[in-house]
């Protein structure tokens, strides 16, 4: 589904991703564990299209198609959804416009008709209850004012009404408790499927017990060095990212 080939991406004259190579198959929970300045956000935001980054080199196919010519509108369309480290509060727009907005312009380019407004609020309603969003936050402005744990949930409630294709998930458990990472998780195992893969962008291993990946994948200076599956992630958590970190600097 999602192959990236020799990925080198530049950020203010800094090259942050240097040579990346990754495969995602359909279907597949691939996660990507390594050390903060890594450049894992960077690939997040460069597969999602976001232009503040400058790519020198290599390709990113989704589908076989090259979507580095694609606008990030386009990619959403295409099916790609990024989940932030980092939700943004936007003030003046309330959640269900936002909701509803996102919902129709993805039905848009899709070519069906708009939502009927009931029909739009029992899906909402339906994904909110199950990720224990409550009816007082869904009236406030998208993210203003939510605790950490508000967002990602928010997040992932957008990731369950968009049904993208391709989920990534950028330290979506960052700021969660154990009861909010739980609810997440369960969100996201829900949205499991044979024909969705998911990208799991984790700098701790906890999350991983929640969400089981098919694949593990450690990424170090902008690159991915080493590639196994599950139990990577518990070697990970007891070595930590030093043996990694000592063998970009040989
Ligand atoms: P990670 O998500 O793995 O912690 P990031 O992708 O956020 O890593 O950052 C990788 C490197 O790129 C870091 O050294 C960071 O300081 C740098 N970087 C990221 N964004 C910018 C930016 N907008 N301007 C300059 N440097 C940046
Ligand atoms: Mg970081
Ligand atoms: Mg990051």
Excluded: W
Excluded at 129 to 140: G, N, Q, V
């Amino acid at each position: 589904m999602l192959e990236i080939k020799n990925l080198v991406v530049s950020i203010e004259d800094k090259q942050i991703i240097n040579g990346l190579n990754l495969k995602v198959a359909k279907g597949e929970v691939a996660a990507i564990m390594g050390p903060n300045g890594s450049g894992k956000s960077t690939l997040s935001y460069v597969i999602a299209g976001n232009e503040d980054y400058e790519v020198l080199d290599g390709e990113i196919l989704l589908n076989g198609e090259n979507i580095l010519e694609m606008e990030a509108s386009e990619r959403a369309a295409a099916g790609v959804f990024l989940a932030f480290q980092y939700p943004l509060e936007i003030p003046g727009v309330g959640t269900m416009t936002f909701l509803k907005a996102a919902m129709n312009a993805q039905r848009k380019t899709r070519g069906e008709p708009e939502l009927s407004t009931p029909d739009f609020i029992k899906q909402v309603n339906a994904a909110a209850e199950k990720l224990e969003i409550s009816k007082e936050m869904m009236k406030r402005a998208l993210n203003v004012g939510f605790s950490g744990g508000e967002k990602k949930r928010m997040e992932i409630l957008q990731m369950a009404l968009l049904q993208p294709s391709f989920c990534i998930l950028d330290e979506t458990d960052s700021g969660l408790d154990i009861d909010a990472l739980r609810i997440v998780s369960e969100g996201v195992n829900a949205l499991r499927s044979l024909d969705r893969s998911f990208l799991i962008i984790t700098h701790y291993q906890r999350l991983l017990n929640h969400i089981v990946p098919d694949t593990v994948h450690v990424m170090s200076n902008g690159r991915i060095v080493k590639t196994g599956g599950k139990e990577l992630a518990l070697e990970l958590e007891a070595n930590g990212y030093a043996d990694y970190r000592s063998a970009e600097l040989a």
